[in-house]
């Protein structure tokens, strides 16, 4: 998973096919967490930007199945399909971003 772009497809794409839900490897939750971060408090308050985060892991695992998360988790370029689907189930957070601590 690449640190800069899937924080920004996350906030820039919408599109999405349901899933089985499923489990973040070890430290991938975390991880993915940290990379939306990156991009997240470039442009906002770090408590919205972290509770949009958490919120966007939540859902992300929510519309993934574990297979795909451990997918996910070693990508370098993710696929155009599965980054659809990363910003449709993120995209229900970004109220997250408007709310004050």
């Not at 640190?3 to 973040?24: D, K, N, Q, Y």
């Not at 070890?26 to 967490?33: D, N, S, V, W």
């Not at 993934?64 to 370029?77: I, P, T, W």
Request: aromatic share 4%.
């Amino acid at each position: 998973m690449r640190s800069l772009s899937l924080p920004v497809f996350l906030l820039t794409l919408a599109g999405a096919l349901p899933a089985v839900a499923g489990e973040w490897p070890g430290g991938a939750r975390e991880a993915f967490i940290r990379d939306c971060l990156t991009g997240a408090t470039a442009r906002h308050e770090e408590g919205p930007a972290r509770r949009y985060c958490e919120c966007s892991a939540d859902r992300v695992a929510a519309e993934f199945s574990s297979a795909e998360l451990r997918e996910l988790q070693g990508a370098q370029q993710v696929p155009a399909p599965m980054q659809e689907r990363l910003l449709k189930s993120s995209s229900n957070c970004l109220s997250q971003l408007n709310q004050k601590q």
